[in-house]
């Protein structure tokens, strides 16, 4: 009896050894905390220093659930780069139909609002060169700053900008991402001084544009006009 007891004692596993009972998710659900998790690791290291078994360690999930929900490093980094995407041009629709320069400035809080909210999968969106920037990664990036141009010209009343034009908010838009990644590296600038600070860099940048191009400086008078109207 005693050693039967004494064998069911070494069989029962140590409570520090005891790994937390996994939960049940939905599909749905499962596939968000695998991308989060894989987020998370892509924000700070390259996606090629990312392993499946990095994720799933991470996730609290086996690395044959990754595999399952995915099929492997690539698709699962082509997926969670889409979800940050979608999240975040769904932050970029218009809200209001005030000024341009109030619209613009409003569309800097909601961008930066996601920036805060979801710091890995802004950073995991745009971290690397422009060697990272082909293929479905590359189509996923260009939607973002495709649909944030779109919605610039749009305050702006523009329907078809000239090249100085498009090179400015091009221009721009590059100035906002960087930003809003050294905002989350450092953070020692107040959040409303920043958006304060790009949209003077917007009226800044169009100013020494309209140097270059009638069509700029006419649109410029017309921001500064209903500015101050």
């Given amino acids: 009896m005693g050693s039967t007891s004494g064998a069911a004692e070494q069989a029962k596993p140590a409570a520090g050894d005891a790994r937390p009972a996994r939960r049940r998710l939905s599909v749905d659900r499962r596939r968000e905390e695998l991308m989060a998790a894989a987020l998370e690791l892509f924000s700070r290291r390259d996606a090629e220093d990312v392993s499946i078994d990095d994720v799933a360690s991470a996730a609290g999930a086996s690395r044959a659930l990754v595999y399952h929900y995915f099929g492997g490093k690539q698709e699962l980094y082509v997926a969670a780069l889409k979800s940050a995407a979608a999240q975040l041009e769904a932050r970029l629709k218009p809200h209001e139909d ?7 400035a409003g569309g800097l809080t909601r961008y930066f609002d996601f920036v805060e909210e979801h710091a890995a999968g802004f950073a995991a969106l745009l971290r690397g060169g422009p060697a990272n920037r082909s293929g479905d990664i590359g189509e996923i990036v ?14 702006m009343r523009v329907e078809e900008p000239g ?6 908010l091009r221009s721009w838009i590059a100035s906002v991402e ?10 020692d600038i107040e959040r409303p001084a920043l958006e ?3 949209v003077d860099h917007m009226v800044a940048l169009l100013g020494v544009a309209a140097k270059h191009d009638p069509q700029v400086g006419e649109l410029l008078d017309n921001l500064i006009r209903e500015q101050a109207s």
């Fill in 163 to 168: 090249p100085a034009l498009r090179i400015t």
């Fill in 178 to 187: 960087t930003a809003g990644l050294d905002w989350l590296e450092h953070r």
């Fill in 196 to 198: 304060r600070m790009l």
């Fill in 98 to 104: 005030g000024r341009p320069l109030d619209e613009l």
């Fill in 142 to 155: 260009d939607s973002v700053r495709n649909r944030l141009f779109i919605l610039i010209m749009k305050q």
